[in-house]
C-alpha cells in the first residue's frame, strides 16, 4: 500500500474535501467569499507579507539558538504564520489575546518584543510583559487551560457592561487540536456557550498533537464540535492570511456587538517538530509535510503580490534584509540577557507585601550573603 | 589564516531537555572551511532525536574536536572556529559575564575548588537540564562553617568513597583513575575552553559513564537525604557519603548527621546497624566489593535495544516452539528460482523462502500477525515484515511494509535494500516501526536454534538457524540432506499453543516441500 491509497478513504476528522473559507489559493489567486468580503489596500497586503516573513525569520532564529544550547526549548509557528498573523491582526487594542507557548506571531501582532519570548525559554524570565498593556496574556504551558481563562475574561467583560459599544473588546483564546481533548477546553465552550460570553476560540488544527494526529482526536471535522455546544464554528484555510484575517475579524465583531461566542478552526500544518525536543520522522510521512509545503503561507502572499503588480524584488529584498537585521539583533539581544537577581523570583509571588516572603526572601538574602565574595 | 587570531569554540549544547550527550552522526563542515551563523555544521543523534546543529559563530573552522561515530557529553566542545579580530576578549563571551554562582552544593565543585583555588569565573551553562557537574564552582561559606581545609577534606573523602566502591586505590581529586571525564570535568571548572578542549578525546572516549547531571560527579551513588537534613550536613561539614542511614529505605536523618558530628570526624566509621550498605568505610575497601571493570555505557541502538527487549520479555508471556527441518528442498528450489530471469538482479537466499513461507502462514493464520491491545487482539491488516539485523552500532529491527502483497522477486528486492540500507548505517525510525511480525536469521552466526524475544507490539517472531549436512531418515533411509531449526517465538496471550503449533508447522512444511506454497496461495 502506497501513501496514496492510504489516503484513499479520509481519516477520521479529516473531511475528503475539507469544506474552509479560503480568499488567496496556495497559487496566489484572490477568490471571494459570499459571507467574508474583504478589502486591502496594497499597503495592507505588503504589510501582511513582512509580518509573515518576520515571525518566520524570528522563529527560525529562536530554533538556531535552541539548538545552540541557548534556549532550553522552542515550540515553531513553522507553517502556521498566517493563522497567527490573520488573527493577531485582526483584533482591536482592546482585545485580549489567551495564547499557548506557540503564538509567537500572535505577539508580535500585540507588540509584544520576541526577546521576551526567548527570555522565558531561556529560563531567564516568566514572559516579562505585561498582559494588559499589550491584550496579550502570558504564554500558558499547561495545554487548554488557558481557554477558561479566556471564558472568565470575556465573562468579565460582560460584566463591565461595555459589550456593544466602540470602547468593547473580546477575549480570543489559542489552542492546538489536541487541546480539543481536554476537559478544560471542553468546560470553556460550556461556559462560554451558556453565558453567551465575548470570546472566540480559535483553534489552530496542525493535525499534531505532539506525535499523535488528528484521527486521535476527533471523529468529525473539529468545527462542527461547536455546534454540540451552541455556537457558531467556521474551518478556515489556515495557510490564507486573508482568510484567517477575515474570519477572525468577523468572530471578533460579533463576540464585541454581544452575539457571543465562536469557534474558528484554522486549518494548517505544524511544518516542524513540535518542540525542539521532538523528532516528527518517527511518527509522520515526509510525503505529508511535502504535500503541505506546497501550501506555504508565506509563498501565496508573495505570489499574490507580483501577480497583481504589487511589490517588486526590491521589496522582498528589502524585507528579507529586515528579518535577517531583526534577526542579528535579536540573538545579540539573547546572548546578552542578564540571568535574574536570585532573590527576584520572591518579588512577583504576590501583588502586594507579604510577610511569609518577606521573610523567606530575608533568609535566603543572609544566606546569599554568607559566601565570601571570591576574586576573580 | 592570521595569527593571533581569535578562536571560539561551540560545546555540545543540551539540545532535547535533560539530555546529558549526543552522537556525532556526520560533520556538513571541515577544517577551514567558511561557515555562517546558523549554517548546519553537524548532526547529532541523542536519545531522543537525530538533529542538525546549526553554528553559533561565523569564520573558519580551525578543528573538529570530535570524530564522527563517537559520543559527547553535553558541554563538551565539538568544534574551534577561528572568528577573526583580535583574540584578547574574544573567549569573553557575554553569557559568562553575566551568570551568577550556582548554589547548588556539590562535591566536584569543591574539589575543583580546591584543585583550582584561583579559579572564580564559571563556565557559561548551556540552557537545559543537562548542567555538566563541574561546570558550576560552590564558594566557600564565610565564618569557617567549613574549615580552610574542610573542601579538601570533604572532597577528598568523597572522592575516596567512591573509589574505594570502584575497588580501586586513589591518591587524590584531579587524578581520580578511572574517571577521566570526571577528571576532565573536575580540573576543567574554571578552565577557559580551550583548557578543557585541549584534549577532547580525553573525555569523549572515556569508558566510564558520564556523570549524572544531579549526582554526584565522581560515581552514581547519590545518598538518601531529605534537603533539610543535606542542609545541616552542609552546614556542618559532614559528608553525607560517608555516613549510613538509619532512616526510611536507609534514608540519612538528622540523628545521623548529629552522631557524625559528635564523634569529632568528617568521615566516621558507619555504625553497626544492618542495614543497606550505602558505602564502604573510607579507609578500606570493602570485600564483597566485585572486581572492577570496564564499563561501557550503553548508548543509542544498544540502549534502545535493552529497553525494548526487557520490555517485551517481561510484558508478553512468551512461548519458543521448535522443529527440525529437512531444507534439502527448499535449496534446490533456490537454485532453481536464480536461474529464472525474474531474480536476475536480486539474491534468491534461503532467507528469502523461510520469509516467503511465513508470509504464507499468517495467510493461514492471520493471528500470528496479531497484536495484543489490552483487552482486545488487533488484527493487523498488512503484514510489516521485520527483519533482525546485526548492525555496527547493535541490533536494528527494520521492516518490510505490506509484505504480503509482494511478488517473490518483489520481496528479494525489498529484503536486499534493507540489509544494504542496515549495513550503512541509513535505517530511518520510520522503517523501524510499525512491524507485526519478525524473523531473526541466526543461521548466519553459525547457530542451530535458540529462544528470541518478541519485538515489542509483535506475537512471533521466528529464528531460523543456520543449514548444515546431517544424517537424517529420508524416505526411509539414511541419508546427508540439509537440516536446519526453525524456532517461533510466540506470546501466548495472543496465540494459544495450537495455533502457535500450527504456524511453525506450515512454516516447516512448506520449507520441506516448497511445492506445498503453492497450493496454500
Known sequence: ?376 | MVSGMATKQFKLPDVGEGLTEAEIVKWHVAVGDTVEINQTIVEIETAKAIVELPCPFEGVVSELLADEGVTVDVGVPIISVDVGGDSSGAEAVPREEVLKEDLVPDAAEEAAADAEPEQAKRQPVLVGYGVKPGATKRRQRKGGSVPGSGAGAEAGAGLAGAAHAAGEAHTGGATHATGAAHATGATGAGHPPPAQGGDPTLSVQCDTPPPSPTTEPVDNFSPLAKPPVRKMAKDLGVDLRTLRGTGPNGSITRDDVQAATGNGTTAPTPPAQTGPPVTAPSTEPAPHTPPVGDRVPLKGVRKAMAAAMAQSAFTAPHVTMFHQVDVTETMATARRLRELPDFADVKVSPLLLVAKALLVAVRRHPIANARFDGDAVVMNPSVNLGIAAATDRGLIVPNIKDAQSKTLPELATALKELTETARAGRTTPAAMSGGTITITNIGVFGIDTGTPILTPGESAILAFGQIRDLPWVHEGELAIRKISALALSFDHRVLDGAEGSAVLHDIATMLENPLQALAWT
Open chain 1, 1 to 376: 500500500m502506497t501513501i496514496d491509497s492510504m489516503r484513499a478513504t479520509p481519516r477520521p476528522g479529516e473531511a475528503a474535501d475539507p469544506q474552509f473559507v479560503q480568499l488567496l489559493t496556495p497559487e496566489g489567486e484572490r477568490v471571494e467569499h459570499p459571507d467574508y468580503p474583504l478589502d486591502l489596500t496594497p499597503d495592507d497586503v505588503r504589510d501582511l507579507y513582512r509580518d509573515l516573513v518576520m515571525v518566520r525569520r524570528i522563529d527560525l532564529e529562536a530554533v538556531a539558538l535552541t539548538r545552540q544550547g541557548e534556549l532550553g526549548i522552542w515550540a515553531s509557528l513553522l507553517g502556521q504564520e498566517a493563522a497567527q498573523i490573520g488573527s493577531g491582526r485582526a483584533m482591536n487594542e482592546h482585545d485580549m489575546a489567551f495564547p499557548t507557548y506557540r503564538e509567537h506571531g500572535v505577539a508580535y501582532c500585540r507588540g509584544v518584543d520576541p526577546l521576551n519570548l526567548l527570555g522565558l525559554f531561556r529560563g531567564v524570565n516568566h514572559g516579562g510583559w505585561n498582559p494588559a498593556e499589550h491584550g496579550f496574556h502570558l504564554y500558558t504551558i499547561v495545554i487548554g487551560s488557558q481557554t477558561l481563562h479566556a471564558a472568565g475574561y470575556a465573562m468579565g467583560i460582560q460584566r463591565d457592561g461595555v459589550l456593544g459599544t466602540p470602547g468593547a473588546g473580546a477575549a480570543i483564546a489559542y489552542f492546538g487540536d489536541g487541546a480539543t481533548s481536554q476537559g478544560d477546553v471542553n468546560e470553556a465552550f460550556v461556559f462560554a456557550s451558556v453565558f453567551n460570553a465575548p470570546v472566540v476560540f480559535f483553534c489552530q488544527n496542525n493535525q499534531w498533537a505532539i506525535s499523535e494526529p488528528l484521527e486521535r482526536q476527533t471523529r468529525i471535522p473539529l468545527y462542527q464540535r461547536a455546534q454540540g455546544f451552541g455556537f457558531p464554528g467556521v474551518r478556515v484555510d489556515g495557510n490564507d492570511v486573508f482568510a484567517c484575517l477575515a474570519v477572525t475579524r468577523a468572530a471578533l465583531a460579533q463576540a464585541r456587538d454581544g452575539q457571543g461566542p465562536s469557534f474558528v478552526e484554522a486549518y494548517t500544518y505544524r511544518m516542524g517538530a513540535h518542540t525542539t525536543t521532538d523528532d516528527p520522522t518517527r511518527y509522520r510521512h515526509k510525503a505529508d509535510e511535502e504535500a503541505w509545503k506546497l501550501k506555504d503561507p508565506i509563498e501565496r502572499v508573495r505570489s499574490y503580490l507580483v501577480r497583481n503588480g504589487l511589490a517588486d524584488a526590491g521589496f522582498f529584498d528589502s524585507v528579507d534584509a529586515d528579518a535577517k537585521t531583526a534577526a542579528r539583533a535579536l540573538r545579540e539581544a539573547c546572548l546578552s540577557l542578564p540571568d535574574p537577581e536570585p532573590g527576584a523570583i520572591f518579588e512577583h509571588v504576590y501583588a502586594e507585601p507579604h510577610p511569609l516572603m518577606t521573610a523567606e526572601q530575608e533568609a535566603f538574602a543572609a544566606y546569599l550573603a554568607s559566601f565570601e565574595e571570591v576574586t576573580a
